[in-house]
């Protein structure tokens, strides 16, 4: 169960640490003093996406803290997260920048993980509850969470989405005959163009470095000229034959000793160097061939792979990528009808199978329907609604073609009511008033309960347009359903307020010329008070304290009844 709630600058709720009990607990107080706020907390610390703007006028972040605790009885879908104690730690900051930090146990989580764990732990019932209600699309998952139909709708869903894709896949290789043939040629054509130039990665590159070679012909082979005659001589001699003078006459001193040795080695190593950069450059000389055919070659060869790089990729390799595609692409259109054919099979066996589960979700909803008509109706006659009528309408459907399946199978169902004895059945969307609508939620949860194991359930003013007797039945489904599980509920009805076993109340108060909101348990004195403050309001006497005072007494016997009755 929730035991502890620590809210910090949520609206107005500046500071508010709040420990629940076991049971039915109830949250009062005027109104504006910031009930909505405490449920709005709860949606915050159970991972709902949450504006900036509920972070309190001038602070900089706003954190909730809820504490749950299980002890030995720890529920299976939480068990994995509690510690060795059976405690559950939730945290949660907003901060004015919108980042969000999460904690579960102290370890650091995200807002979908949270959320995750939260809607395993507490359920809120509140206006999109009844907003569901009246929406016929919604009402079937009110069926088939009767029924436990989740496991199989999930292996349904996955042979329709199955059934899908192939559906699409077909439809996409329904060409007509004249566009394949198009197709056919235009892709032909490609790949023999492609094919035909031969190109290879690398060749443009290549090529351009042979045309600038040879487009520079003369210029290089006059410099290679120039180069060759420094070396090898000219009028004036050249390079090679003035180290051969250099090492003869350092050649001819060796006789007066041996210190111009290392000299000579050196020239002569020289005139080594020079004789090979010689006979490369002459190599160069001899094998440069200008060829003006050659040139108009290579303009022809790179002219045509600038051609194709237009069409078909921006380097050698896009082009030969595009032509693998194209190869592909015709190989597919030409095996179309074959591949058609295979999955047509395929979709009419898979259609089978869907149809086949479709038709078994459609009767375990309508076996479900029944018997939840029966109890929606006896928890209604519970509630004062003696007369009502509840059934589930289900709506024929196609059986030709494959629109006939949807996500959740065959079935289209509404609810329908009838309130009043000789009314006809219509449409609950156009019938219930808003407090018959509390009313039939409340019934729908009660037959639910046993379907979940959520623990705590909170009902954000579930006693919207009821009054008087049908208060009291409200009370007392609330106070049974807490017999099983945390229930917290924000009331403005006596009746609800002297049922529970606790009552908390929330109250506005000024500090520091500001308004704030704080939440505290009452003592049995104070839920007197505040029971005759529901009935009167501000004006409290002392009768209304003894009425009050006489509300709490009967609840306190009527609970000794209800639990009699119950075993």
Excluded at 165 to 176: N, Q, R, T, V
Aim: proline share 2%; aromatic share 6%; net charge negative.
């Amino acid at each position: 169960m929730l035991t502890r709630l620590s809210i910090r600058n949520i609206a107005v709720v500046e500071e508010a640490d709040i420990s629940f009990g076991r049971g039915f607990s109830v949250l009062t107080g005027e109104t504006g003093a910031g009930k909505s706020m405490i449920i709005d907390a709860v949606r915050m610390i159970l991972g709902d996406r949450m504006s900036r703007d509920i972070i309190r006028t001038g602070e900089k972040k706003a954190s909730v803290y809820a504490e749950f605790t299980f002890g030995k009885a720890v529920p299976d879908q939480v068990r994995e997260l509690a510690d060795e104690d059976g405690n559950l730690r939730l945290y949660r900051e907003l901060s004015s920048d919108g980042k969000n930090l999460c904690r579960v146990n102290d370890a650091p989580v995200g807002t979908a993980f949270l959320r995750a764990i939260g809607e395993k732990l507490v359920d809120i019932h509140g206006q999109h509850d009844s907003r569901n209600l009246l929406d016929p699309s919604r009402h079937i998952e009110y069926i088939d969470t009767f029924a436990a139909l989740d496991g199989d709708k999930a292996a349904y869903r996955v042979l329709f989405l199955r059934l899908k894709g192939i559906a699409k896949e077909i439809k996409s290789l329904e060409i007509d005959e004249g566009e394949k043939l198009r197709r056919i040629e235009m892709l032909d054509y490609q790949i023999a163009e492609i094919e035909a130039a031969a190109i290879s990665p690398g060749e443009e590159e290549k090529l351009k470095e042979r045309r600038d070679l040879l487009a520079n012909a003369e210029k290089i082979a006059g410099r290679l000229r120039a180069a060759i005659s420094a070396l090898s001589g000219n009028e004036e001699g050249g390079a090679l034959e003035a180290l051969h003078s250099a090492a003869s006459e350092l050649s001819a001193l060796s006789r007066f000793g041996d210190r111009y040795e290392p000299a000579l080695e050196n020239l002569q190593n020289a005139s080594y160097a020079v004789e090979d950069v010689l006979a490369t450059l002459e190599t160069e000389a001899d094998g440069l061939d200008f060829s003006p055919k050659e040139l108009d070659e290579l303009e022809d060869r790179l002219d045509q792979i600038y051609r194709l790089k237009r069409k078909y990729g921006a380097t050698e390799e896009d082009v030969l990528a595009f032509l693998e595609k194209a190869k592909e692409e015709r190989a597919a259109i030409a095996g179309t009808d074959q591949r058609r054919e295979e999955l047509t099979k395929e979709y009419a066996v898979l259609r089978e199978e869907v149809r086949r589960k479709a038709h078994a979700l459609s009767e375990n909803r309508k076996k479900a329907a029944a018997r939840l008509s029966t109890l929606i109706e006896k928890e209604l006659a519970y509630l004062d609604m003696p007369h009502t009528r509840f059934r589930v309408e289900f709506y024929d459907q196609e059986e030709d073609g494959p629109l006939q399946f949807h996500g959740d199978g065959i079935d289209s169902l509404e609810f329908f009511l009838s309130v009043n004895r000789g009314e006809s059945l219509k449409p609950l969307s156009k019938t219930a008033s808003g407090g018959e609508l509390s009313r039939i939620m409340l019934a729908m949860k009660n037959v639910l309960t046993d379907k979940d194991s959520i623990p705590v359930q909170i009902f954000d003013e579930i006693d919207t347009g009821i009054s008087g007797r049908a208060a009291q039945k409200v009370a007392d489904k609330l106070w049974l359903l807490a017999r099983g599980r945390q229930v917290l509920c924000v009331t403005h009805l006596s009746q609800l307020a002297a049922m529970a076993d606790a009552d908390y109340l929330i109250e506005k108060k000024e500090k520091e010329s500001r308004t704030s909101t704080g939440v505290r348990l009452l003592n049995e004195g104070e839920r007197k008070r505040e029971i005759a403050r529901i009935n009167v309001g501000a004006e409290i006497t002392d009768l209304a304290l003894s009425s009050a005072g006489q509300m709490l007494e009967a609840c306190r016997a009527r609970r000794e009844v209800l639990l009699s009755e119950a075993n």
